[in-house]
């Protein structure tokens, strides 16, 4: 393809005369790579075997006695031996001996017990998807935290620091971080922080050192980290995000038990030697804000997926929590819905409750719409529904007595009692009220052999009888 269009360029140009610019225009591309297409071979002849050939065995000699010369320098030398040619030439020559004489060098950096964390994220391609992992590291002693999520928005930068800290019992004075979003909004004419990452920064007591842009050896534990965990995923498959998190959960807890090469301790002994600031009492929520709209079907949209609420509430404004595991919908400060959250694409999550006072507005079509209510939200409630129709129920009263048992229970404990009755094949809904509300569900009592024991007895005493025995 390249040389196609280098032989069209050098047709237009040099046979048809167009300009530079006229060749662009009817190749499609810049100025600037056509330029480059019509001198390309010039430059490989300069490089090459062209104009600088005789004198290669002599700069060969020279970078062998002075490896640190410039391509000026060794410009100014050929001069005096009748070099005709440019600087391009030497430079693009030169430069296979240039490379060879850039080390970069750093200081050692040395860190108090509970001086300093390091934090990054790192992101890994894997058959379900990418994944994002949040790795933190305390400088002094080496003791690593991951966590890996399906996204790496502000929520989960939050909570893998909420994470770390809890399993550490404890916080870092300094943290370091690299140029992410999540931290510095930005640098010019002076730096300027997130404020929602200020606000973690205050509530746990910490504060916060940006890398230098361009300088990943500011943070060279974090990064040698984040190289090793790259090799350990390299070497082993996982189903989902789930896997990952147990697998790496087990890595890392060995890596903290073993003998650190710089330190020659655990970094899990060594952990007890930080000196970390105590955690705060209260709890840190970790979540992200986003305003919202609620349209007139009563669903919100939030990354292509729609989450329900009551429908008294339909074409109100609200606000968006948007947790790593659950999103919360909030409308003048009042919480009017939580769902768990989902990654996928294109979803339609609906509490049935919330349709309650639609369905009573449409009396005709409410029990056929309870019924399309609870299949649609959750595959153990369609299954349960449809053992209990293939051995002769009523699909709609099955839907209805579930739509009532929600009443005043959560959807996630409706959902795992019909897991329960899923995984014993039973299909009866009186076998999930019982489950779920055993204060109403009327059971056989049991009957004892000896009808005798229903009736005992006993004499009752006076407790001041029991002091005698002290």
């Not at 391509?71 to 296979?96: C, D, F, H």
Request: glycine share 6%; proline share 4%; net charge positive.
């Amino acid at each position: 393809m390249e040389e196609t269009l280098q032989s069209q360029a050098r047709q237009l140009y040099e046979v048809e005369k167009l300009s530079l610019t006229q060749t662009s225009e009817v190749l499609g591309v810049s100025r600037k790579k056509v330029t480059r297409l019509i001198r390309q071979d010039d430059l490989k002849r300069n490089t090459g075997d062209g104009i600088i050939k005789p004198y290669e065995r002599l700069i060969c000699e020279w970078y062998k006695e002075r490896p640190f010369l410039q391509a000026i320098q060794v410009l100014q030398r050929l001069r005096e031996y009748g070099y005709k040619g440019g600087y391009t030439a030497v430079k693009r020559y030169t430069r296979q001996f240039r490379g060879r004489t850039k080390k970069e060098a750093y200081h050692e950096l040395e860190f108090l017990p509970g001086e300093e964390a390091q934090v990054d994220w790192m992101q890994w391609r894997l058959p379900f998807g990418i994944v994002y992992g949040f790795v933190y590291i305390l400088s002094y002693s080496r003791y690593v935290y991951i966590k890996f999520y399906p996204r790496s928005s502000m929520e989960f930068f939050l909570d893998g620091h909420v994470g770390a800290f809890t399993e550490i019992q404890g916080v870092a004075q300094r943290h370091r971080y690299d140029n992410l979003k999540s931290v510095v909004v930005k640098r010019k004419p002076e730096i300027q922080y997130n404020a929602r990452f200020l606000d973690i920064s205050r509530h746990y007591g910490f504060s916060i050192l940006a890398c230098t842009p361009g300088r990943p050896n500011e943070k060279g534990r974090v990064e040698r980290v984040i190289r090793d965990i790259e090799n350990f995923i390299r070497s082993m498959d996982f189903a989902d995000i789930a896997a990952v998190n147990r697998k790496a959960t087990d890595w890392r807890t060995s890596r903290n038990q073993r003998i650190h090469r710089s330190t020659g301790k655990p970094p899990a002994e060594m952990l007890k030697e930080e000196r970390l600031r105590a955690l705060p009492q209260i709890a840190y929520k970790a979540y992200r804000h986003e305003p919202g709209a609620i349209g007139k079907t009563g669903f919100v949209t939030v990354e292509t997926n729609r989450y329900s609420v009551p429908s008294s509430y339909c074409g109100e404004s609200c606000d968006l929590l948007l947790y790593p595991e659950r999103i919360e919908i909030v409308v003048n400060k009042e919480k009017i819905a939580v769902h768990q959250r989902s990654f996928s694409k294109k979803e339609k999550i609906e509490h049935p409750l919330h349709r309650k006072k639609l369905l009573n507005r449409t009396p005709h079509y409410k029990q056929q719409r309870i019924y399309q209510l609870m299949k649609n939200m959750d595959k153990s409630i369609e299954q349960f529904i449809k053992r209990g129709e293939t051995e002769g129920r009523d699909g709609l009263c099955m839907a209805y007595e579930l739509f009532n048992l929600l009443r005043g229970s959560a959807k996630e404990t409706l959902i795992s009692a019909v897991k329960e009755a899923n995984s014993m094949n039973i299909s009866k809904t009186s076998y999930i009220q019982g489950l779920m509300r055993p204060s109403e569900h009327k059971a056989n009592p049991v009957q004892p052999q000896d009808a005798g024991l229903l009736n005992i007895t006993y004499e009752w005493r006076n407790l001041n009888d029991y002091d005698t025995l002290i």
